[in-house]
């Protein structure tokens, strides 16, 4: 998010237009924890992951009251256009306030899982997938070494594509995501053709929201079936939400943060800055909101073929 802040204020220094962070996202619009920025504000970011704006939810924004005090500490700074980074839920807010005060809202989809319809990439996800296959590298040492089967868990309460990716990249025994019904299943057969081989160390990557319920109650079942494996569970947790950003998500923030200020400029509005097919374009922002995004089939596939 950082790196994305950094494109809107540049670009739109560039364009000559005046530009404002607003600190704790719609917390700060109703408490006027606003600040004005200019490209030397902006400086020495780009490598540091989070936002230095902060982040946070904000119930009153979900009242009519909260909105029209947001909107009143807008207008006496003369600001008629935002963009917005987040999920779903930051695009609720904002398609709601921009339908109620006739402002432009650009969003751009910032969420670690993954999980807004309309985009193949979100910010965040390749940081976030990167810093967990390096966790469970690291892992797999510790169980090549002592025989033993690690279930490690990664963020995706609703959304499985951080499993899915990093299962995939680190030669995991088996995925469990929540869009997929009985793979816990399909995972004991692979635990019964690996115990079959004498394979004694494995790996297993579980989305936190998989129906099973988590690493944890997995790992009870597992051990209730196959006694004879050494289980062990790794939480990884929010380190999937810090860290310095990757390349990808640095040039990405980048691209769609001067974006975003370009499709204002053009009169667009309500819409999202998206990744389609390896290119930038515009969706509806009601997309986000309404929609689900689909899991890769075709990862799963492969993953299913490549973990046999």
């Known amino acids: 998010m950082n790196a994305c802040v950094r494109a809107v204020v540049r670009a739109a220094g560039h364009y000559g237009i005046d530009c404002y962070g607003i600190r704790s996202g719609y917390q700060g619009m109703i408490d006027d924890d606003i600040i004005p920025l200019r490209t030397t504000d902006v400086r020495f970011i780009i490598d540091k992951g989070g936002t230095f704006l902060y982040s946070a939810r904000c119930l009153d924004f979900m009242e009519a009251e909260g909105r029209q005090k947001a909107y009143a500490n807008l207008k006496k700074r003369g600001i008629d256009a935002l963009v917005t980074i987040g999920g779903d839920g930051t695009f609720?807010?904002?398609?709601?306030?921009?339908?109620?005060?006739?402002?432009?809202?650009?969003?751009?989809?910032?969420?670690?899982?993954?999980?807004?319809?309309g985009t193949d990439v979100t910010l965040g996800y390749d940081t976030a997938s990167n810093t967990a296959m390096e966790a469970i590298d690291k892992i797999r040492d510790t169980s090549t070494s002592h025989n033993r089967l690690f279930l490690v868990e990664v963020m995706g309460r609703d959304a499985g594509d951080i499993a899915l990716r990093c299962g995939i990249a680190t030669g995991a025994l088996g995925i469990l995501i929540p869009e997929m019904e009985g793979d816990l299943d399909l995972l004991y057969e692979s635990l019964e053709k690996a115990k079959a081989r004498k394979k004694k160390s494995?790996?297993?990557?579980?989305?936190?929201?998989?129906?099973?319920?988590?690493?944890?109650?997995?790992?009870?079942?597992?051990?209730?079936?196959?006694?004879?494996?050494?289980?062990?569970?790794?939480?990884?947790?929010?380190?999937?939400?810090?860290?310095?950003?990757?390349?990808?998500?640095?040039?990405?923030a980048s691209r769609m943060g001067v974006m975003a200020v370009e499709s204002l400029k053009k009169g667009e509005r309500n819409q999202m800055v998206a990744m389609v097919a390896n290119q930038l374009c515009l969706v509806d922002l009601d997309r986000a909101v309404t929609e689900k995004p689909d899991i890769n089939l075709e990862k799963i596939r492969m993953a299913t073929i490549l973990s046999t």
């Open 202 to 252: 494995n790996i297993v990557v579980v989305a936190e929201g998989e129906e099973s319920g988590g690493a944890l109650d997995v790992a009870k079942k597992i051990s209730k079936r196959f006694p004879e494996y050494e289980t062990r569970v790794t939480i990884l947790g929010h380190i999937q939400r810090g860290g310095s950003p990757t390349v990808f998500d640095r040039e990405l």
């Open 92 to 117: 609720r807010g904002a398609r709601v306030f921009s339908d109620e005060f006739d402002i432009p809202v650009i969003g751009i989809p910032g969420t670690i899982d993954n999980d807004i319809a």
